[in-house]
C-alpha cells in the first residue's frame, strides 16, 4: 500500500460505549397489567424514580384506583389508552392472557416500543416449571402478535414483594434486556438504570427470551428454599 493509499483510508470510529445510554427521564411509560403484583411494582419504582408512568387494565376504574394508591403521579386508563398515551409499554398480564390482550392491543402498540417481561410458567407438586410457547418465548409471541411495535424482553427476574417494599431505597440486582434492535435495547437499560440498584444489562437477541424467562422457575426454587428474594448479578461487567 503506498502512503497515498494510507492517507485515503478513512480511521476506525471507536467503539461505543456500552454504558452510554439515552436520557430516558421525559418518556411516558405505560404497565400494561399495572394492577397485578409485578406490574404495580414496576410502576411505583419508576415513578418513585422520577418517571411519567400510567398503568394499564381491562377495567379502567381499578386501574385508577391502584394508581391513587402508588401517588407519586401514576395514573390509570384501561389498556389501550395507556397504550396510546406511552412511549413504552410494559408487558406484565398473566401468561394466560398474554396473546389475547397483545392481539387485541395491535392497533394502539403500533410504533410503540414494546418490554415484554412474562414468563410462562406451569406450576405442580414440585414448584415451578417452565413452558415453552409455540413461538418459542413469550417474547417472540409478542413481536409475532405486534409486526408494528418494537418488542423487546426485560424485567423478568425482579421480585414484586421488594419492588413494592416502601422501606428499601435500593434493590441490588441486573435486569438482563433482550432484543435485535440496539438503539431499543439501550433505551431499556437506561430505563432500568432509573430504579436505584438496578443496571440494565444487554443479554442477546430476542430469540434468546425463552432461557430468561426459564430462569424465573429456578428462582422460584431459590426463593422458597432459603425465604429469600433473589435476584442476578452478572460478574465482570
Known sequence: MTSTDSAQTPAKAPAKDPWDLPDVSGLVVGVLGGTGPQGKGLAHRLARAGQKVIIGSRAAERARATAEELGDGVEGADNAETARRSDIVIVAVPWEGHGKTLESLREELAGKLVVDCVNPLGFDKQGAYALKPEEGSAAEQAA?????????????????????????????TDVMVLGDARADVETVQALAGRIPGMRGIFAGRLRNAHQVESLVANLISVNRRYKAHAGLRVTDV
Open 144 to 172: 409475532a402478535l405486534l409486526p408494528d411495535s418494537r418488542v423487546t424482553a426485560a424485567f423478568h427476574h425482579l421480585s414484586a414483594v421488594l419492588l413494592r417494599d416502601p422501606e428499601i431505597e435500593e434493590i441490588d
